[in-house]
């Protein structure tokens, strides 16, 4: 019963995610994919329970730590090179975004 | 039981979070607000799972932590505007790599015989998901990455024979697998499980060798969704909603967000996977 369950929020957040990306502007690909990708790196929850198991063995250790880091590069990583990424894109694009605002924010 | 309850609730919010995030991404106004509640979402995760029961020595989680936000945020400050691209592949592969490795450790548990988990065959075929997966998707980016960053020629690289390789391997990959998930023998779980994880980390390589530079920006979307069923899949192996939710959207999303990238530059999805092919897809990058 419980894997059953499982499938099923698996099976729905499939859906889910087909129906949540639909016309994106353009300029906005790679800051979204890169949004995406930092969401990825929510197997650091895994890679922490891995590392915090206290269970005698060195080598479930080591490799439990070495995927909280790299998970842990890829959350952060991705996060803030997302926002520099918007950010940079509002800077330059300030003068024109507030002219056409209404086309393209909605 | 009262931790459980907390856990899993937070769990929900972060899952919201992300959810709400991810379709604030895709509109322009509302894009880097959506990026910091998505964030707040993983910090929440994050900070709620150091509550759970299995977690009892710290040490090493923090020291990890540190380690990875003090890389990643030197990666991030560092990067020029022009190289994120790749920068955002590297990342994507650290994450496909951090899901292996979660994969990896849990089977190195079952096999001391400190979990033993309730329904082996399926724990076995999910750890067989997130090695596979995560090991395309590390080796797949890497290979993204040094081909953005010029360390490594952008040409397509194409060979006599190369569908028919890949197609053998990705064969022989879930041979490797089947043999794992049923076999009760220990060697020969050991010897399908370091097959499978070297095979899959060629894989990735060599599926991405046939396409040309200028089409690693949609390889890289489709890596990142590769990476969410990574996560996915690694939330199958130790049970976890928040990862099988949270991995699923962005595989998902991801596949759809590649098919626009196709589209923006006219172009379909099968033709920029296969250009290098000819009229004949591969059914190795096909079915990876």
Not at chain 2, 218 to 237: D, M, P, R, T, Y
């Amino acid at each position: 019963m419980e894997l059953l369950l499982l499938f099923f929020i698996f099976t729905l957040a499939g859906f889910l995610g087909f129906e949540l990306i639909a016309k994106v502007p353009s300029q906005l690909h790679t800051p979204l994919m890169s949004g995406a990708n930092a969401i990825s790196g929510i197997t650091i929850v895994g890679a922490m329970v891995a590392a915090g198991a206290d269970d005698g063995s060195w080598i479930t250790t080591v490799l439990g730590t070495a995927a909280v880091t790299l998970a842990m590069i890829n959350v952060v990583g991705g996060y803030f090179v997302t926002d520099r990424m918007l950010g940079m894109f509002k800077k330059k694009g300030a003068a024109s975004a507030e002219t056409k605002k209404g086309g393209v924010a909605k | 039981m009262n931790s459980e309850i907390l856990i899993n609730s937070a769990y929900i919010v972060a899952s919201c979070l992300f959810i709400v995030g991810l379709k604030m991404l895709g509109r322009q106004a509302t894009a880097r607000k959506g990026n910091l509640i998505s964030g707040v979402g993983m910090l929440i995760a994050i900070v709620v799972t150091l509550l759970d029961r299995h977690v009892i020595d710290f040490t090493w989680i923090i020291v990890g932590l540190v380690a990875g936000t003090v890389i990643g945020l030197a990666c991030a400050r560092l990067v020029k505007m022009t190289a994120m691209p790749e920068m955002v592949a590297l990342l994507n592969g650290f994450g496909g790599l951090a899901s292996l490795i979660v994969g990896a450790a849990e089977f190195m548990r079952i096999r001391i015989g400190e979990v033993t988990p309730a329904h082996p065959e399926f724990t076995a075929a999910a750890i067989f998901m997130a090695i596979i997966i995560g090991g395309v998707t590390f080796t797949g980016s890497m290979y993204a990455f040094c081909k953005l960053a010029e360390w490594l020629s952008g040409r397509p690289i194409l060979f006599a024979g190369q569908h028919v390789l890949n197609g053998l391997m990705l064969l022989v990959t879930l041979v490797a697998g089947v043999a794992y998930v049923v076999s009760g023998d220990p060697s020969v779980v050991l010897i399908a499980f370091l097959a499978y994880t070297v095979l899959s980390l060629i894989l990735g390589w060599t599926t991405v060798m046939p396409i040309g530079g200028g089409d690693m920006p949609v390889v890289i979307s489709l890596l990142n969704s590769l990476s969410g069923l990574a996560a996915c899949a690694a939330g199958f192996v130790i049970s976890n909603n928040v990862l099988i939710v949270a991995g699923c959207l962005v595989g998902t999303s991801g596949v759809i967000l590649s098919i626009i990238m196709c589209k923006a530059m006219n172009r379909s999805l099968m033709n920029v996977l296969f250009s290098g092919f000819g009229s004949k897809p591969g059914a190795a990058a096909e079915g990876s």
